[in-house]
């Protein structure tokens, strides 16, 4: 018997949960800016500002945490910077927190590299999403996926 998700149940499930992001300085001052933004009883914020200076060990740190943090239910977390930690990424099986790749302003986003559309070309064949290597499929899949 499959039991459905109701809007309901999806509100209840989501509701207080946070979106944190581990990106480059312009994209976490976006994200603030647009109110996500927080810190917990522990004083533990849900975003990392990655730079030059940030090691890989502090950004797979981070990201372990935000994977433990019951208040995170999704992770933004920029290409380029999930390709340093793709291993760690890998290896995240569960279904929350949801980890999304984003672009970011120094790095386009990748479609080839993007672990969420290799496995719907798997589910779907390659012939249902098309060859997504251009902005042109992107833009088609975008159109497609609004109606």
């Known amino acids: 018997m499959s039991r459905s998700l109701d809007i309901e149940s999806l509100e209840s499930i989501i509701e207080g949960k946070l979106i944190s992001v581990i990106a480059d300085e312009d994209t976490i001052v976006g994200f603030l800016l647009g109110g996500i933004g927080e810190i917990n009883e522990n004083d533990d914020p849900n975003f990392m500002v990655v730079d030059k200076e940030t090691s890989v060990s502090e950004i797979e740190k981070c990201f372990k945490e935000f994977l433990k943090r019951e208040d995170i239910d999704i992770i933004l977390i920029t290409q380029n910077l999930a390709e340093l930690i793709r291993h760690e990424i890998d290896t995240h099986t569960s279904l929350l927190p949801i980890v999304l790749e984003i672009p970011s302003k120094d ?26 290597e251009d902005e042109e499929d992107l833009d088609t899949i975008e159109s497609a996926s609004r109606g």
């Open 107 to 132: 790095n386009p986003y990748e479609p080839t590299k993007d672990p969420i559309l290799c496995k719907a070309k798997e589910l779907f064949g390659s012939d249902d999403l098309g060859d997504v």
